[in-house]
Each structure stands twice: as structure tokens, then as C-alpha cells.
């Protein structure tokens, strides 16, 4: 039975990928001297910053002065970022049919504070795992697993919701059944090549899946579809 619901955050929840390429984009030119594309940095959505900068072969000295620079270009766009749409609504949802829910991100745990807690959201999830939380990061199933354990729940009784290749293998490798937000990917065919479970267009469609999966019945007042 599904009891949980763990959720990707950049290109799930928040529309925050464009941002983060062109701040890249700007950080790789300002440190190396080189111009790379958007797309040459697909790549770098979806694991951390340190691992990024690993298979750009930053030499290691500059490494830290690279994702400070990085971050300073991500703070400057913050303020362009928004919620996807209705996804309040699918958390207030989520939390009325009682399920418990948790965030796990790819992001280390002081990205996370500047980048996500300005939305007030943080409320909705019982436990927040970042890339720090975790021995490995995505694409290993480490930080599932780690949710879950928090969340006191098994890998079969959640669903995972996220936009990357990272995501899903992710999730495959935990077991845990994935929700393809297609919403905010990128790259959609690197994850639809991988099989999703589910291809949803839109974030109110996580709760279609979650309605047919535990069978909730929706009060009345938090009849999603008039919403």
C-alpha cells in the first residue's frame, strides 16, 4: 500500500533548471575561459555540485572558488524562479489524505537553504534528504533509501516524482516506482528511454496516480479537479 511520496525538487517542484544552465554557462566562462552552450551542461542537472565539477576536470584548487561563483551567478537569478503550477495544491492534497512525504535533492544541504526555503513549503515533508544525507548521491539509490528509513516506510510502499535521468535510475535502483515529471525535464528522452511508470504532463497528475494507488476517497472541499 502506498504510504509515502518523495519528490525531486529542481524541475519538479521548482522551475529552476534554466536558471541553473545559464548560471554554469556564465561560471564556466568566467573560470576556464571556455564557451559552452545550455546544452552542454544538461549533464549537470540532477547531481551535485562537486560531482560536476568532476567530470569537467576542474583542477581540484579551483574547484571551491568554481561553485562559489557558481552559487553567487544562482543567488543573482533566484528571484526569476516560481513554483510549478498548482503544485501547492498536490502538497495540501498529499498532507489531507495523509501521506507522508520527504524532498530528496541532489543538492548539498547549504544549497538547499537558499534555493528552496524562501517558497515556505518545507513544512509539507517529515524529512529533507540532500546529497550530504547521503554515502552516495543520485543516480545511486542511497538517498531513497535514506528517505524512506525516515519516513519509516519499505522502497515498495512509496512513489518517487522527479525530471532527470538521475531520477529515474534513482529510483530503479531502489525499487520504488517513479513519476516522470515531464513538466520540467530537460531532457525528456533520456528519462522516457529508461521506462517511467508514469508520464505525467502536469503536477496535478501525481495525484490521479496517487488516488488510484491507495484508493482515497476526496472530500468534497478538496475536490482537486474544481481547484
Same mark, same amino acid.
Given at each position: 500500500?502506498?504510504?509515502?511520496?518523495?519528490?525531486? @525538487?529542481?524541475? +519538479?517542484?521548482?522551475?529552476? !533548471?534554466? @536558471?541553473?544552465?545559464?548560471?554554469?554557462?556564465?561560471?564556466?566562462?568566467?573560470? +576556464?575561459?571556455?564557451?559552452?552552450?545550455?546544452?552542454?551542461?544538461?549533464?549537470?542537472?540532477?547531481?551535485?555540485?562537486?560531482? /560536476?565539477?568532476?567530470?569537467?576536470?576542474?583542477?581540484?584548487? #579551483?574547484?571551491?572558488?568554481?561553485?562559489?561563483? &557558481?552559487?553567487?551567478? @544562482?543567488?543573482?537569478?533566484?528571484?526569476?524562479?516560481?513554483?510549478?503550477?498548482? $503544485?501547492? /495544491?498536490?502538497?495540501?492534497?498529499?498532507? *489531507? &489524505?495523509?501521506?507522508?512525504?520527504?524532498?530528496? +535533492?541532489?543538492?548539498?544541504?547549504?544549497?538547499?537553504? #537558499?534555493?528552496?526555503?524562501?517558497?515556505?513549503?518545507?513544512?509539507?515533508?517529515?524529512?529533507? $534528504?540532500?546529497?550530504?544525507?547521503?554515502?552516495?548521491?543520485?543516480?545511486?539509490?542511497?538517498?531513497?533509501?535514506?528517505?524512506?528509513?525516515?519516513?519509516?516506510?519499505?522502497?515498495?510502499?512509496?512513489? =518517487?516524482?522527479?525530471?532527470?535521468?538521475?531520477?529515474?535510475?534513482?529510483?530503479?535502483?531502489?525499487?520504488?516506482? #517513479?513519476? #516522470?515529471?515531464? &513538466?520540467?525535464? $530537460?531532457?525528456? !528522452?533520456?528519462?522516457? *528511454?529508461?521506462?517511467?511508470?508514469?508520464?505525467?504532463?502536469?503536477? @496535478?497528475?501525481?495525484?490521479?496516480?496517487?488516488?488510484?494507488? +491507495?484508493?482515497?476517497?476526496?472530500?468534497?472541499?478538496? !475536490? =482537486?479537479?474544481?481547484?
Amino acid at each position: 500500500m502506498l504510504k509515502s511520496v518523495l519528490f525531486d @525538487i529542481d524541475g +519538479t517542484i521548482t522551475d529552476t !533548471n534554466p @536558471i541553473f544552465l545559464d548560471a554554469i554557462v556564465q561560471t564556466h566562462y568566467e573560470m +576556464t575561459g571556455q564557451q559552452k552552450n545550455r546544452e552542454f551542461f544538461h549533464f549537470s542537472l540532477g547531481i551535485p555540485s562537486p560531482v /560536476t565539477l568532476g567530470i569537467l576536470d576542474i583542477p581540484q584548487e #579551483f574547484r571551491m572558488l568554481y561553485i562559489q561563483r &557558481w552559487q553567487e551567478h @544562482i543567488k543573482e537569478k533566484m528571484h526569476k524562479v516560481v513554483l510549478f503550477p498548482r $503544485i501547492v /495544491t498536490v502538497l495540501e492534497s498529499l498532507r *489531507e &489524505w495523509g501521506l507522508s512525504m520527504a524532498l530528496v +535533492t541532489s543538492k548539498v544541504r547549504s544549497e538547499f537553504s #537558499f534555493q528552496f526555503d524562501s517558497f515556505g513549503l518545507n513544512h509539507f515533508f517529515q524529512a529533507i $534528504i540532500c546529497a550530504d544525507d547521503a554515502s552516495r548521491p543520485k543516480p545511486n539509490p542511497d538517498p531513497l533509501f535514506e528517505a524512506c528509513s525516515r519516513l519509516g516506510v519499505k522502497p515498495r510502499e512509496a512513489i =518517487y516524482v522527479g525530471d532527470s535521468r538521475y531520477d529515474i535510475m534513482a529510483a530503479k535502483a531502489a525499487g520504488i516506482p #517513479f513519476l #516522470f515529471a515531464s &513538466w520540467g525535464s $530537460i531532457d525528456p !528522452n533520456s528519462v522516457l *528511454e529508461l521506462h517511467p511508470e508514469f508520464y505525467l504532463k502536469e503536477p @496535478i497528475e501525481i495525484l490521479d496516480v496517487v488516488q488510484k494507488k +491507495t484508493q482515497v476517497e476526496i472530500p468534497t472541499q478538496l !475536490n =482537486y479537479q474544481n481547484m
